[in-house]
T-cell receptor, first 114, second 117 residues
Framework: SQQGEEDPQALSIQEGENATMNCSYKTSINNLQWYRQNSGRGLVHLILIRSNEREKHSGRLRVTLDTSKKSSSLLITASRAADTASYFCATDDLIGGATNKLIFGTGTLLAVQP | GAVVSQHPSRVICKSGTSVKIECRSLDFQATTMFWYRQFPKKSLMLMATSNEGSKATYEQGVEKDKFLINHASLTLSTLTVTSAHPEDSSFYIC?????????????FGPGTRLTVL
């Protein structure tokens, strides 16, 4: 399976704390994206980081990428109860040849307690 | 902009019947649409890639005769689950891209919950 892995599978924190999620992938990539999914809903795109970038910020989100380790992390600072959701990383599929395809990680379920 | 809708949002059907799910790009023309399925508390698994006017490309292990995909226009793709069985119960999500290129963002629909009795 080419599917990436994320850890932790589940994370429970208090409001105001920071949440860090990690993603590992298996193939060479052009970019890596992070998505958020509320229970039973579609996906919302959070941030895209290209393979030649090491860090990217967007509001309370900070993403890092280490292509030598084939890993990425998503940090959510000053978490809020509304951040409660599942978070997925996704990489484009270079091996498959169709660079529009995404391979999703296994996801991290984040619960932010008020 | 870049809104993708799915219809229906939920469907319950009897075993053996066929179910059609629509995916529409509302405010852009989608060069490519993707269909995913997601089991409870699991990740998204790509089922097939659909380009307007051509046959869909199915991922390994996905039965093309069971999951029929039609991409009739640049704004509409349909997924038909034929002769549905309880094991087909899942959350089906489509996405669409509006251009081509390696970093092209996919815009996701809200998903369709299929329950086969």
């Amino acid at each position: 399976s080419q599917q990436g892995e994320e850890d932790p599978q589940a994370l429970s924190i208090q409001e105001g704390e920071n949440a860090t999620m990690n993603c590992s992938y298996k193939t060479s990539i052009n970019n890596l994206q992070w998505y958020r999914q509320n229970s039973g809903r579609g996906l919302v795109h959070l941030i895209l980081i290209r393979s030649n970038e090491r860090e990217k910020h967007s509001g309370r989100l900070r993403v890092t990428l280490d292509t030598s380790k084939k890993s990425s992390s998503l940090l959510i600072t000053a978490s809020r109860a509304a951040d409660t959701a599942s978070y997925f990383c996704a990489t484009d599929d270079l091996i498959g040849g169709a660079t529009n395809k995404l391979i999703f990680g296994t996801g991290t379920l984040l619960a932010v307690q008020p | 902009g870049a809104v993708v809708s799915q219809h229906p949002s939920r469907v319950i059907c009897k075993s053996g019947t066929s179910v059609k799910i629509e995916c529409r790009s509302l405010d852009f023309q989608a060069t490519t649409m993707f269909w995913y399925r997601q089991f409870p508390k699991k990740s998204l698994m790509l089922m097939a890639t659909s380009n307007e006017g051509s046959k869909a490309t199915y991922e390994q292990g996905v039965e093309k005769d069971k999951f029929l995909i039609n991409h009739a226009s640049l704004t509409l793709s349909t997924l038909t689950v034929t002769s549905a069985h309880p094991e087909d119960s899942s959350f089906y999500i489509c996405s669409a891209t509006r251009g081509q290129g390696a970093s092209n963002e996919q815009f996701f629909g809200p998903g369709t919950r299929l329950t086969v009795l």
